[in-house]
C-alpha cells in the first residue's frame, strides 16, 4: 500500500458502505449478513492491521488483489 498509516476507519466505513448498498440492491442472505459482522467485529479489534499487512505482503511479491 502507498500509505504508511492508513486510517484504521478507513476499511471498516468502506465496507458498511459496501454493505448498505448491497442491501438496498438486493437483500442480503444470512451468511453474508453473519460474515460481515464477524468481520466488523475484527476490525473494531485490529484497525484492520492484518488485512493491509496482506496487501502489502502480496504488493512485495509482485500480485495485486483485485476484487470483481
Do not use: H, N
Amino acid at each position: 500500500m502507498s500509505e504508511k498509516d492508513p486510517e484504521p476507519q478507513l476499511l471498516s466505513a468502506t465496507l458498511k458502505d459496501v454493505i448498505d448498498a448491497r442491501s438496498a440492491m438486493q437483500a442480503l442472505s444470512e451468511s453474508a449478513k453473519e460474515k460481515y459482522e464477524q468481520l466488523e467485529k475484527i476490525l473494531s479489534q485490529s484497525g484492520g492491521a492484518e488485512i493491509y499487512t496482506f496487501v502489502e505482503l502480496l504488493e512485495a511479491l509482485g500480485f495485486k488483489l483485485a476484487i470483481e
